[in-house]
């Protein structure tokens, strides 16, 4: 059987005001036809479908018009869970319908998914909380999925039915894994796992967070979840929420990040992916990481003379710009106006390097670079003169997480 793996659509996401709906609808386009040309049986999207909790409903309607497009009537299913962007009732509300069309979502970690029977021969044989078991149309052995959604780590211990606060959250993880690989995961199908849960490899250094995304790490305090606890059963790891295409696994047992379809932040590498894997009852053929061509290329530029911004910026029209204008004074408006006149995308940010420079250097600035939650400490410790305490920080995750909902 062949699978597709991709991850972190964000529809309806902007950059800085610029939507960029008609990027994304050019990109799932492509991953589309990916799919009908690879003959792919099974689509794996790992979450963060939308980028919002409440999408416009543009972006609503891309969504379900490329995923149903995705299963081809059936001929391939498509399981998608909820990330750490999504609503998990907005997610699962339009299961019914979305089953009729060769659609499982799963919205949260314990979700039991609905039926599916289609006339391809596409059916839901088995399910659990977190898990199902599939009959594929070309496929003549069962596919096993193993299916975590995003939830902070309060609300993942709830539904994993951890009491014990003081509890490890890795360990339940490990735990509620291994219970359904023992029960439902044997080597006479395909064995998968796809979840939004921040991992890497033990005593490596976490790969970063991308720019302008909602750290998983500060959203209630949840832990890092290592490789070493996904089952020996699992062949193939399906992973969301990092933005770049990252390989985890080994040839015997595959795990990565796909990446997000086209890039959604200045710092991000340019090249996107997704991930097409061969795989049989105990065994992988093939990993292949197919190149994605849409989407506009994100830039940061610095120049210290408007002209060759103007000269640079006329030639390079196809691209999203952070241009960085260093200048002894500030810029005059008719500079600005200039440059945004040869450019339909570009973000200047004045670089003041004269008397003036020196004179606001002297001055209490905020380092806007820091995340939300090291800009609350720094606020805190201004304002009562100490570091807020360990009961401060738990109730200032909880109102991030809340506000996410």
Not at 358 to 383: C, M, P, Q, R, W
Request: with cysteine.
């Amino acid at each position: 059987m062949r699978i597709l793996h991709t991850s972190d659509w964000h529809l309806g996401k902007q950059l800085l005001g610029i939507s960029r709906l008609d990027e994304q609808k050019e990109v799932l386009a492509e991953i589309c036809s990916i799919a009908e040309k690879e003959e792919i049986d099974l689509v794996l999207l790992a979450g963060d479908l939308f980028d919002t909790y409440n999408p416009p409903a543009e972006a609503t309607a891309v969504f379900y018009k490329y995923l149903t497009k995705l299963t081809d009537g059936g001929k391939r299913i498509v399981v998608a869970i909820a990330g750490n962007h999504d609503s998990p009732e907005r997610i699962e509300s339009p299961d019914p319908l979305a089953l009729v069309n060769g659609i499982i979502f799963t919205g949260y970690p314990n979700s039991v998914p609905g039926n599916l029977d289609m006339e391809s021969g596409a059916k839901v044989i088995k399910t659990a909380p977190g898990f199902l078991e599939l009959k594929l149309p070309r496929v003549d052995f069962p596919v096993r999925v193993i299916a975590t959604p995003y939830a902070n780590e309060y609300r993942l211990k709830k539904f994993l039915g951890i009491e014990d606060k003081e509890s490890r959250l890795e360990e339940a993880v490990r735990d509620f894994w291994k219970e359904l690989a023992d029960k439902h995961c044997d080597k006479s199908g395909v064995n998968l796992l796809v979840t939004h849960l921040f991992m890497t490899k033990r005593g490596e250094k976490p790969p970063e967070e991308p720019e302008e995304e909602k750290p998983i790490l500060q959203l209630g305090g949840a832990q890092i979840i290592h490789t070493d606890n996904i089952p020996d059963a699992v062949q193939y790891t399906a992973l969301g929420h990092l933005h770049g295409r990252i390989k985890l696994g080994t040839d015997q047992k595959a795990v990565y990040y796909s990446g997000a379809p086209i890039a959604y932040g200045f710092g991000e590498n340019p090249d996107k992916y997704v991930i097409v894997t061969d795989l049989e009852p105990d065994g992988i053929y093939e990993v292949k990481e197919i190149k994605l061509t849409r989407g506009k290329k994100l830039e940061r530029i610095r120049f210290d003379d408007v002209d060759k911004a103007v000269e640079w910026l006329t030639e390079n029209q196809d691209k999203i710009v952070e241009l960085t204008l260093a200048s002894e004074n500030y810029i005059k408006a008719s500079d600005r106006k200039r440059i945004s006149s040869v450019h339909p995308n570009v973000f200047i940010i004045p670089e003041i390097t004269g008397e003036i420079a020196g004179s606001v250097a002297g001055e209490n600035k905020i380092n806007l670079d820091k995340s939300l939650t090291d800009l609350f400490y720094d606020f805190f410790k201004h304002n009562s003169g100490k570091e807020p305490n360990e009961e401060i920080k738990g109730i200032f995750s909880e109102i991030l997480a809340a506000d996410d909902e």
